[in-house]
Nanobody, 119 residues
């Protein structure tokens, strides 16, 4: 079983920055994709928007709304990822979920961490 431990998040003023971290543990993690998705209040509980993902080999993908503002990095040997978020705005307010998709395309999710940006 895969476990994802998230840290970071919280409240920040518009224009500020935050860092989210996620550490994966478990057996047979192998090649995988790790990243972050977010859920906005008032939307279906299963509706999560792509924020950023990064593969074991370093290939990255960003959601259109965060390109140029967020940066995802990972320590491959430790299966940890960090999401540096800058120039945050109220529209970024959401619950952010760490995700790991393993080599069998099975998804694992963290508990979620709240990010609130005040105007």
């Amino acid at each position: 079983q895969v476990q994802l431990m998230e840290s970071g998040g919280g409240m920040v003023q518009s224009g500020g920055s935050l860092v989210l971290s996620c550490a994966a543990s478990g057996r047979n993690l192998g090649n995988n994709v790790m990243g972050w998705f977010r859920h906005f209040s008032g939307t279906h509980e299963l509706q999560r928007e792509l924020v950023a993902t990064i593969t074991t080999h370093g290939a990255v993908q960003y959601g259109n709304s965060v390109k140029g503002r967020f940066t995802i990095t990972r320590d491959g040997r430790e299966n940890t990822v960090k999401l540096q978020m800058t120039d945050l705005g109220p529209a970024d307010t959401a619950v952010y979920y760490c995700n790991l998709m393993n080599q069998y395309n099975v998804n694992f999710w963290g508990q979620g961490t709240q990010v609130t940006v005040s105007s």
